[in-house]
């Protein structure tokens, strides 16, 4: 069974940074899974902010977060990581990590398996 488990949230002033973790099991990152770090802010839709493949280490992002954001392996603890960075009140959201053995991308519908989320809070 896939779980995800998803860390490293907090309340943090404006231009901090905070690095998010996502625990996977139940697949080994030999198997290629694509792993995506979504946000929902309140009120807002879920969006894709970054992805990586397991096996290729391939990394895509959303563009308007570029250069802050950082997506990365570690394959001996089967975890992701998303380093953010020069954080803005913008950046207020539930980070979610999500796993798929098919899709690639920040569309949310196409990840089949859900991490709890974390949550980040900035404050000017």
């Known amino acids: 069974e896939v779980q995800l488990v998803d860390s490293g949230g907090g309340l943090v002033s404006a231009g901090a940074s905070l690095r998010l973790s996502c625990a996977a099991s139940?697949?080994?990152?030999?198997?290629?899974?694509?792993i995506g770090w979504f946000r929902q802010a309140p009120g807002k839709e879920r969006e894709g902010v970054a992805c990586?493949?397991?096996?290729?280490?391939?990394?895509y992002y959303k563009k308007s977060i570029q250069g802050r954001f950082s997506i990365s392996l570690d394959n001996a603890k089967n975890t992701v990581y998303l380093q953010v960075n020069s954080l803005k009140p913008e950046d207020t959201a539930v980070y979610f990590c999500?796993?798929?053995?098919?899709?690639?991308?920040?569309?949310?519908?196409?990840?089949?398996?859900w991490g709890q989320g974390t949550r980040v809070t900035v404050y000017s």
């Open positions: 990586i493949g397991t096996k290729d280490g391939i990394a």
């Open positions: 999500a796993a798929d053995p098919i899709s690639y991308g920040l569309e949310a519908a196409g990840y089949r398996y």
């Open positions: 139940g697949f080994a990152f030999d198997d290629d899974y694509a």
